[in-house]
C-alpha cells in the first residue's frame, strides 16, 4: 500500500469513528454540523487539495469578489475587514464536501461557495488529523462562451 492509500484509509476510519461521536452528542441535543454530511461516510468522499477557507459564508463571498491575481492580497483584505487574522487562510486540507451555500461571480469568475468539513491538515511531516470544523471554500465553474 502507499502512504497515501494508508492516509485515506486512516482518515475514513477517523472520520467513521468521528460521526459515531457526533452521533453520541446529538442524543444529548449538541448538534453537530457533521451530522448534516451524507452517510455512511466512505474513503472516496475524502479530497485532498490546497485551497482557500473561510470562517463564513459571507467572508468566502467577499474574497471571491476581491480574488484577482494575488490571493495572498484578497485573504489580507477579508482578514482585515473581518478583523481577524484568520478568518481566510490558504490550506492544504483533507477534507469532506457539504452543502452548496452560493455562488459568486467576479473579474476572476464565477465561484460555487460550498461548505466543507476540515478533517486533516498537511504538515511538513504528511497529513495530520485535525479536529473536525466546517469551513467555506471557493470552487471556480467552469464557464463555457454560448
Request: with cysteine; net charge neutral; proline share 4%.
Amino acid at each position: 500500500m502507499t502512504p497515501t492509500t494508508i492516509a485515506f484509509r486512516s482518515v475514513a476510519f477517523r472520520l467513521a469513528s468521528l460521526r459515531t461521536t457526533a452521533l453520541r452528542l446529538a442524543v444529548f441535543g449538541l448538534a453537530l454540523p457533521l451530522l448534516s454530511f451524507p452517510s455512511p461516510v466512505l474513503a472516496h468522499e475524502i479530497e485532498i487539495e490546497t485551497g482557500v477557507i473561510c470562517d463564513t459564508r459571507e467572508q468566502a463571498q467577499r474574497l471571491a469578489l476581491l480574488l484577482e491575481d494575488d490571493a495572498q492580497a484578497a485573504i489580507r483584505t477579508v482578514n482585515s475587514e473581518a478583523q481577524d487574522a484568520t478568518a481566510c487562510a490558504l490550506a492544504s486540507m483533507a477534507y469532506v464536501r457539504g452543502a452548496k451555500a452560493g455562488t459568486a461571480r467576479s473579474k476572476a469568475g464565477t465561484f460555487e461557495i460550498v461548505e466543507v468539513l476540515v478533517i486533516g491538515v498537511e504538515t511538513r511531516r504528511g497529513l495530520k488529523q485535525a479536529s473536525p470544523a466546517v469551513y467555506f471554500t471557493l470552487f471556480k465553474v467552469e464557464e463555457r462562451p454560448a
